[in-house]
Each structure stands twice: as structure tokens, then as C-alpha cells.
């Protein structure tokens, strides 16, 4: 199958987004930009189009797929019962980079959700994504548009790269503004819980429902054989082909080790303000200080490092509070929880 990729411009987009809705129509799949990372699209009542989002990317079988909706009538006929605090948190976050797990109704298929009772719900806000579900009317399932285990794309070519010659089209629309995949939040348990870090945080979400918790699985390894409210986190995810070392210490502890161990073929990935004073050849993954910077290029430097040739790669481990929660759920994935602290 050749793999055709349509550029988004302000002329192009009612277009490609009619294309788009054409082949999603018609069982077809189809990666398409939204504002955390791409995702690759089937539309929800076509079960063998779901069945084969599985087969292209690689997915185990136990882990369910979000359903993308671009208005909030969609969401009553997905399902049973919009509890008050599923009200409030829709009132302030959506359109956004936030899912919303519910009980599901009846027409959601079992291959959605890989059996479980549940649904993951999501209102993306960029409007190329919101067009596409319009046009095609019907929600859209869509995880992220990489290959299983490899990081997800925030960019068309690394679409391309995963998926060439296996979907029909890929949508660009730029480069993805968050770059982490959304918040993922359960209102079915008792308190409402994160069960994904992402760029809206625990604390945002608190101001708005303050009995809000963090599942204690987000920065842990989740056995195979574990039951988990979210099946996701327990797959080695995010990982380039290389070794990967996430060194959690301050900036000075950080230099002195990678600049003891690093040997010929070792990179780092770092701060800005570090990038000089480490003697391995380095990539930057935004300022210490900033969280977003660190999102918006974490999967960018992944991907990068893989290409790069490196055989070990020495992360700086971001912060474990606020926005770079999500930062550090990724890179201790990346890492296959490989993760070497250095206290003062
Ligand atoms: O930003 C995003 O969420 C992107 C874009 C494309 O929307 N999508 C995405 O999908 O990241 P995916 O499949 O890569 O991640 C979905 C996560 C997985 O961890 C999955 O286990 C969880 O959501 N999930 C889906 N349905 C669930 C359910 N019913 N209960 C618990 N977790 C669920
Ligand atoms: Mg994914």
C-alpha cells in the first residue's frame, strides 16, 4: 500500500480533512494530527477497521483504545452516566489534551475496550482533529500513530517512519504543541484518579475536584500478570533501540557521573543549562525549569537518539511533581525503570 501524506494549510484542510473522512468511512485508517501526538484513527462502529489498528501497530490485546468525539452530544450516546464531577472536569478542561474514563454503553465494541466495562473518552482541541471527526460523524478510536513500545509521534515524519506503506494516509499538521499524550483520569473509582500523567496535572485538576489522586502504578514497574485500572502502564513503552540510564541527581552529579562512564557511542540527553559542561555528545530536551519545553521534545529527542546510531544514552531525569510528572512517566518507561539515583 503506498502511503500518502497531505500537508494541512488554511486552504488545504476542509479538503484533506474530506479525504480523511472518506477513507475513515470506509474501514480505512488514517494517522491525523491533534495537539498531544498523533493518532491513528478508525472509526468506532467499523470492528474490523479496530481489529486492524491492533495488527498495524503491533498492540497487545489487552490494552483498549481511547474513543475521540469532537462534540459532547457524542459523549451521551458513549455512555451510561456523566457523574457531576465528570461535569466539572469537562467544563474546564475540554476540548484538551485530557481522557475521561467512563462506564461504557452498549454500542461500544468489546474490541475498544478489550472487555473491560469502561471507556476512555477524549475531545481533542486542535481543529484539524476536531474536523475530521466532524466530517466523518461517527467518533473515532485512535491510540497513538507509532508502532507498540516505540515513542509516540509528534510529527508527521514519524508517522511516516512507523506506518509507510501499512495506512493509507497520514494527515500533517505540524509539529504536536504538547508532544506527551493527555491526561488520562477515571471518574468510575471511588476518588477520581490519574491513571496517566500528562501536560494537565494533578494540581491543575485539584483546584477543580480536590479529593483528585494520582495512581501510586505512574512511576512504577506493573507486572505482567497485575490487574490494573489502566492497562497501558504496564507495557515498556516509549524505548529507543539503545540502553537507556535515567540518572536522577541534581545538575552537578549528573555531569560528574555521565562524564566518568560515558564511553565512544554513549549520549546524553539533558537540560539547556548542562548542555556545555558534559564532554559526550548531547541532545537538549528543554530548560530545567520548564516542564512544557520537556514535553514538547521529549519523543523528538527518543526518536532522534535511535537514528543517531547511539548503543547507550544517559538521561537527566526532569522533576516528579506538576507538568514533568508526565515527563519522567515517559522517560521511566523509556528507561525500562533503569533509573540510577545519586543523593548529595
Ligand atoms: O493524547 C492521547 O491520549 C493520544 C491521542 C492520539 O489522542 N492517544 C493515546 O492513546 O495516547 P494510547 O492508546 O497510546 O494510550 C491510551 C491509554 C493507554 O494507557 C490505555 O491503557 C488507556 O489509555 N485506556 C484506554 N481505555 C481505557 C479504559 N477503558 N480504562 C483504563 N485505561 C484505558
Ligand atoms: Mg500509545
Known amino acids: 500500500m503506498i502511503t500518502k501524506v497531505l500537508t494541512v494549510t488554511d486552504t488545504t484542510i476542509n479538503d484533506v480533512a474530506q479525504e480523511a473522512a472518506n ?50 452530544s457524542m459523549l451521551q450516546e458513549l455512555v451510561c452516566d456523566i457523574p457531576n464531577v465528570a461535569c466539572d472536569i469537562i467544563d474546564k478542561f475540554w476540548p484538551g489534551p485530557l481522557t475521561i474514563i467512563f462506564k461504557k454503553n452498549k454500542c461500544i465494541s468489546d474490541i475498544i475496550t478489550c472487555g473491560m466495562d469502561t471507556v476512555a473518552i477524549r475531545f481533542p482541541v486542535h481543529p484539524v482533529a476536531q474536523k475530521i471527526i466532524s466530517y466523518t460523524g461517527i467518533p473515532l478510536a485512535a491510540p497513538s500513530a507509532n508502532l507498540s513500545g516505540k515513542p509516540s509521534p509528534t510529527s508527521a515524519s514519524h508517522c511516516l517512519h512507523d506506518l509507510n506503506g501499512k495506512i493509507p494516509l497520514i494527515v500533517d499538521g505540524g509539529t504536536c504543541d504538547v508532544g506527551v499524550e493527555s491526561t488520562v483520569i477515571s471518574v468510575v473509582s471511588e476518588k477520581p484518579t490519574i491513571l496517566r500523567p500528562g501536560i494537565i496535572s494533578l494540581e491543575e ?23 490494573v485500572e489502566s492497562p497501558g502502564m504496564k507495557y515498556k513503552h516509549y524505548s529507543p533501540n539503545c540502553d537507556v540510564v535515567l540518572v536522577d541527581s541534581d545538575q552537578e552529579h549528573f555531569v560528574e557521573y555521565v562524564n566518568k562512564k560515558a564511553i565512544d557511542g554513549d549520549y546524553a540527553i539533558c537540560f539547556q543549562e548542562e548542555y556545555t559542561l558534559l564532554d559526550t555528545p548531547s541532545l537538549v530536551y528543554g ?45 521511566i518507561r523509556a528507561a525500562g525503570f533503569n533509573v540510577v539515583t545519586i543523593d548529595d
Not at 485538576?205 to 490487574?227: F, G, H, Q
Not at 516542564?291 to 526532569?318: D, S, T
Request: aromatic content about 4%; proline content about 4%; cysteine-free.
Open 205 to 227: 485538576i485539584k483546584e477543580i475536584v480536590p479529593e483528585a489522586v494520582v495512581s501510586d502504578s505512574v512511576l512504577r514497574a506493573v507486572r505482567s500478570d497485575e490487574k
Open 23 to 72: 477513507l475513515l468511512k470506509a474501514g480505512q485508517l488514517v494517522a491525523i494530527p491533534t495537539e498531544t501526538v498523533y493518532g491513528l484513527a478508525a472509526q468506532i462502529y467499523d470492528d474490523n477497521a479496530v481489529k486492524n489498528i491492533f495488527k498495524v501497530k503491533g498492540r497487545p490485546q489487552d490494552n483498549p483504545i481511547i474513543v475521540h468525539i469532537s462534540s459532547l
Open 287 to 331: 530548560s530545567v525549569i520548564d516542564a512544557e519545553e520537556q514535553a514538547h521534545n521529549v519523543f523528538e529527542v527518543l526518536r532522534k537518539i535511535e537514528l543517531m546510531g547511539a548503543k547507550r544514552v544517559y538521561i537527566h531525569a526532569p522533576k516528579q511533581t506538576g507538568k514533568a510528572l508526565a515527563v519522567m512517566n515517559r522517560l
